[in-house]
């Protein structure tokens, strides 16, 4: 590229990253890699979060030989048994730690995903460039499907989803090609990692395939025959029962306040905006758009899934049965949202071509509902400004046949640069939550995503337009791509290691080191995993890092609907903790927003009765179960064992065996008085290991 493209005049600067972009859409392999860059930029690795931390201690069980076996997550069973993930991963934790594992694992199965992903997009749309538009958008943003925004395609932590969902795709590519053989291939892998996300891919192949081998008469009949005994199992309770299994009232109750996305009522309005938008954009993409019949067929075959997820999702909480509610009927829309985003971009490009004002109308108002859904009002009204100054801005430029006047395009570019301010609106919005971010590398995850996904995508298609043009393309960009992707990866990964350097963080690490010093003391001679209770701490703090099992965590309970027993038992244990936790959420700032979910959720676990502090009473009903270790602010008259900052830790062995004592002494209506003041120092002795220890990270 000449050296002097910097002093070109800003038309054909943009003349020339317009070509680019258009180069490095044709180029596959700059493509992929690229769009591991800007992955890595946007959407880094997490680590343990979410439900990362279930699937590790799965891992961790099945390498530690069921260690962690009686831990509330997985006393009861967990959905391990449905999945080869935990028996593929675990034999690379004990050379490499979980937490390497997962990340390597991770680079792994997102690489996969964005590989599946370029291959089916690019077999659907035809236009290279709007592919590459789709794709950077999914690599660059969460893609959310279903409801109250808890489940994500473009997930930054590692779960069998993310494999799952390549394998799928690939599937479709297949179907798209007519090779239905290859296609069922790939779904098998699919259904080994995890069945409920590849379930949805089988059932848009079963009705590709009987689409084209039978007649719509015959469809009807071998439709009619298969509701019929499906009816008769529902109607009649006893086989219902014996098909379906039984889930009474209480285990249906338990799953709905730990699974609310499960039960479709409580999707809120902007849910349903967005898979209206979604079925909206795919059938006027498959009416509109110049599509091959198999293509049609596949995005019939997507459109029928989602809609009969949605009827099954609507119906499984009303049946008194438990695989309706496990299977999820409601994830089936993930195709069709993941499908609706190059579809969208293609019918963009297609009104922007064409003159009819009806095809423009129409793609304007699908393109409001959609950003109606993924951005600020703000930011919507802004980005149609910004459409409509560029498509005036390219309507004049035809009729004066490039030759725009000076003023014209100073007026032009002024309103391009002031239509951009709106970009700051979430960050202002959300510059609480910014200050309080206790490290850079959280600052670098929290911001793309305030941003909103179009203005995302902006940045990133600049970014990378920008970043082809100064290396050329070739192999000088596909190795600076690479060594970009895997170094910030790296730098995420370790980033929480290396950023103690923040109060908070230092603070918690330094807590972390203590109690794990305590703890390997304490149980050195040990042949199990301590059982650990600490309100409102993250699983993998305990399960990971401190190598014990956890007593209760809200996320303990999300495996409920598999279980009934996880359900019972959770319910019961949350009532014993509830004081605890409310505690801590009012310590922590907790905002009460009765209509958020979230809000509605823990007031249904916990209560909601906030002035009450935890009681004597309440600790000694605790020191009463199958737990050994209490981790909490409160300090009981000095019966704990250490003090680590403002955290007091008890031993309920201790206390079981001598403050009962005590406490038969006095009358049982004294209760012991809660302070502030310490009587114990922290613990400096020399940490040892224990024995066993659980394999855990690196």
């Given at each position: 590229?000449?050296?002097?493209?910097?002093?070109?005049?800003t038309?054909?600067?943009?003349?020339?990253?317009?070509?680019?972009?258009?180069?490095f859409?044709?180029?596959?392999?700059?493509?992929?890699?690229g769009?591991?860059l800007?992955?890595?930029?946007?959407?880094?690795?997490?680590?343990l979060?979410?439900?990362?931390r279930?699937?590790?201690?799965?891992?961790?069980?099945?390498?530690?030989?069921?260690?962690?076996g009686?831990?509330?997550?997985?006393?009861?069973g967990?959905?391990?048994?449905?999945?080869?993930?935990?028996?593929?991963?675990?034999p690379?934790?004990?050379?490499?730690?979980?937490?390497s594992?997962?990340?390597?694992?991770?680079?792994?199965?997102?690489?996969?995903?964005?590989?599946?992903a370029?291959?089916?997009?690019s077999?659907?749309?035809?236009?290279?460039?709007?592919?590459?538009?789709?794709?950077?958008y999914?690599a660059v943003?969460?893609?959310?499907?279903?409801?109250?925004?808890?489940f994500h395609?473009?997930?930054?932590?590692?779960t069998?989803?993310?494999?799952?969902?390549?394998?799928?795709?690939?599937?479709?590519?297949?179907?798209?090609?007519?090779q239905?053989?290859?296609?069922?291939?790939?779904?098998?892998?699919?259904?080994?990692l995890?069945?409920?996300?590849?379930?949805?891919?089988?059932l848009?192949?079963?009705?590709?395939?009987l689409?084209t081998?039978?007649s719509?008469?015959?469809?009807?009949?071998l439709?009619?025959?298969?509701?019929?005994?499906?009816?008769?199992?529902?109607?009649?309770?006893?086989?219902?029962?014996?098909?379906?299994?039984?889930?009474?009232a209480t285990?249906?109750?338990?799953?709905?306040?730990?699974?609310?996305?499960?039960f479709?009522?409580?999707?809120?309005?902007?849910?349903?905006?967005?898979?209206?938008?979604a079925?909206?954009?795919t059938?006027?993409?498959r009416?509109?758009?110049r599509l091959?019949?198999?293509?049609?067929?596949?995005?019939?075959g997507?459109?029928?899934?989602?809609?009969l997820?949605?009827?099954?999702?609507?119906?499984?909480?009303?049946?008194?049965?438990?695989?309706?509610?496990?299977?999820?009927?409601?994830r089936?829309?993930?195709?069709?949202?993941?499908?609706?985003?190059?579809?969208?971009?293609?019918?963009?490009?297609a009104a922007w071509?064409?003159?009819k004002p009806?095809?423009?109308s129409?793609?304007?108002?699908?393109?409001s509902?959609?950003?109606?859904?993924?951005?600020?009002?703000?930011?919507?009204?802004?980005?149609?400004?910004?459409?409509?100054?560029?498509?005036?801005?390219k309507?004049l430029?035809e009729?004066?046949?490039?030759n725009l006047?000076?003023?014209?395009r100073?007026?032009?570019?002024?309103?391009?640069?002031l239509?951009t301010?709106p970009?700051?609106?979430?960050?202002?919005?959300?510059w609480d939550?910014i200050k309080n971010?206790?490290?850079?590398?959280?600052l670098?995850?929290?911001?793309p995503?305030?941003?909103?996904?179009?203005?995302?995508?902006l940045?990133?298609?600049?970014?990378?337009?920008?970043?082809f043009?100064q290396?050329?393309?070739?192999?000088?960009?596909?190795?600076?791509?690479?060594v970009?992707?895997?170094?910030?990866?790296?730098?995420?990964?370790?980033?929480?290691?290396?950023?103690?350097?923040?109060?908070?963080?230092?603070?918690?690490?330094?807590?972390?080191?203590?109690?794990?010093?305590?703890?390997?003391?304490?149980?050195?001679?040990?042949?199990?995993l301590?059982?650990l209770?600490?309100?409102?701490?993250?699983?993998?703090?305990?399960?990971?890092?401190?190598?014990?099992?956890c007593?209760f965590?809200?996320?303990?309970?999300?495996?409920?609907?598999?279980?009934?027993?996880?359900?019972?038992?959770?319910?019961?244990?949350?009532?014993?903790?509830?004081?605890?936790?409310?505690?801590?959420?009012?310590?922590?700032?907790?905002?009460i927003?009765?209509?958020?979910w979230?809000?509605?959720?823990?007031f249904?676990?916990?209560?909601?009765?906030?002035?009450?502090?935890p009681?004597w009473?309440?600790?000694?009903?605790?020191?009463?179960?199958?737990?050994?270790?209490?981790v909490?602010?409160?300090?009981?008259?000095?019966?704990?064992?250490?003090?680590?900052?403002?955290?007091?830790?008890?031993?309920?062995?201790?206390?079981?065996?001598?403050?009962?004592?005590?406490?038969?002494?006095?009358?049982?209506?004294?209760?012991?008085?809660?302070?502030?003041?310490?009587s114990?120092?922290?613990?400096?002795?020399?940490k040892?290991?224990?024995?066993?220890?659980?394999?855990?990270?690196m």
């Amino acid at each position: 590229m000449d050296n002097a493209a910097g002093h070109l005049p800003t038309s054909n600067r943009f003349k020339d990253l317009s070509k680019s972009f258009l180069k490095f859409s044709l180029n596959p392999w700059c493509l992929f890699l690229g769009l591991l860059l800007l992955n890595a930029i946007m959407r880094p690795y997490s680590d343990l979060i979410h439900d990362a931390r279930l699937y590790a201690v799965q891992v961790l069980n099945r390498a530690n030989f069921g260690l962690y076996g009686d831990d509330l997550y997985l006393k009861f069973g967990s959905q391990d048994r449905f999945s080869l993930f935990s028996k593929f991963v675990s034999p690379f934790v004990q050379p490499f730690g979980i937490r390497s594992t997962f990340f390597f694992f991770y680079l792994v199965s997102s690489s996969f995903l964005l590989f599946s992903a370029q291959r089916f997009v690019s077999r659907i749309v035809r236009w290279k460039s709007v592919a590459a538009l789709s794709l950077i958008y999914i690599a660059v943003n969460p893609v959310p499907f279903g409801g109250l925004d808890v489940f994500h395609l473009n997930e930054n932590f590692l779960t069998p989803r993310l494999a799952a969902i390549g394998f799928v795709l690939f599937a479709m590519t297949h179907l798209a090609h007519q090779q239905i053989g290859y296609s069922l291939l790939c779904l098998f892998p699919a259904f080994l990692l995890h069945p409920v996300m590849a379930f949805s891919g089988f059932l848009v192949w079963l009705y590709f395939t009987l689409t084209t081998f039978l007649s719509g008469r015959q469809i009807g009949l071998l439709f009619a025959a298969g509701l019929t005994p499906l009816l008769a199992i529902i109607l009649h309770p006893p086989w219902g029962d014996a098909v379906l299994g039984e889930m009474d009232a209480t285990w249906k109750q338990n799953v709905q306040v730990s699974n609310h996305y499960a039960f479709l009522q409580e999707w809120t309005l902007t849910d349903w905006i967005k898979i209206g938008t979604a079925f909206a954009i795919t059938l006027t993409s498959r009416n509109t758009l110049r599509l091959n019949e198999s293509t049609k067929r596949l995005l019939d075959g997507i459109v029928t899934v989602a809609t009969l997820g949605i009827i099954g999702g609507l119906i499984a909480p009303w049946l008194p049965y438990a695989l309706p509610l496990q299977g999820q009927p409601y994830r089936a829309l993930w195709l069709l949202q993941f499908i609706q985003i190059p579809l969208g971009a293609a019918l963009l490009r297609a009104a922007w071509t064409d003159s009819k004002p009806r095809a423009t109308s129409r793609v304007i108002l699908l393109g409001s509902c959609f950003a109606a859904g993924a951005m600020t009002l703000v930011q919507t009204l802004s980005s149609f400004s910004m459409l409509w100054v560029l498509r005036s801005r390219k309507q004049l430029a035809e009729k004066t046949n490039g030759n725009l006047p000076t003023n014209q395009r100073i007026l032009f570019f002024v309103a391009a640069v002031l239509l951009t301010i709106p970009l700051l609106a979430p960050l202002i919005a959300h510059w609480d939550q910014i200050k309080n971010v206790p490290s850079p590398i959280d600052l670098l995850r929290f911001v793309p995503p305030t941003l909103g996904p179009l203005y995302t995508l902006l940045a990133s298609v600049l970014m990378i337009t920008w970043m082809f043009w100064q290396t050329g393309g070739g192999r000088l960009f596909c190795t600076t791509a690479t060594v970009g992707c895997l170094s910030l990866q790296a730098l995420f990964f370790t980033g929480p290691q290396w950023a103690q350097s923040t109060h908070w963080v230092a603070r918690h690490e330094h807590h972390l080191t203590e109690l794990n010093g305590f703890l390997d003391q304490r149980f050195k001679d040990s042949d199990r995993l301590p059982t650990l209770y600490w309100p409102q701490i993250g699983l993998d703090d305990i399960w990971v890092t401190l190598g014990s099992k956890c007593f209760f965590s809200k996320q303990q309970t999300a495996g409920n609907m598999f279980n009934r027993g996880t359900a019972v038992e959770g319910q019961r244990r949350a009532t014993l903790v509830s004081p605890f936790e409310l505690a801590e959420l009012k310590r922590n700032g907790k905002t009460i927003n009765r209509n958020d979910w979230t809000t509605r959720s823990l007031f249904a676990l916990y209560g909601s009765d906030f002035d009450v502090e935890p009681s004597w009473h309440a600790l000694d009903e605790l020191c009463q179960e199958d737990v050994d270790i209490l981790v909490i602010r409160q300090n009981f008259d000095n019966l704990h064992s250490i003090q680590i900052g403002d955290l007091f830790i008890y031993e309920c062995e201790k206390i079981r065996d001598t403050v009962h004592q005590r406490v038969t002494n006095r009358s049982q209506h004294t209760t012991i008085p809660v302070t502030s003041q310490p009587s114990v120092t922290e613990s400096n002795q020399k940490k040892k290991t224990r024995s066993p220890h659980p394999v855990e990270s690196m």
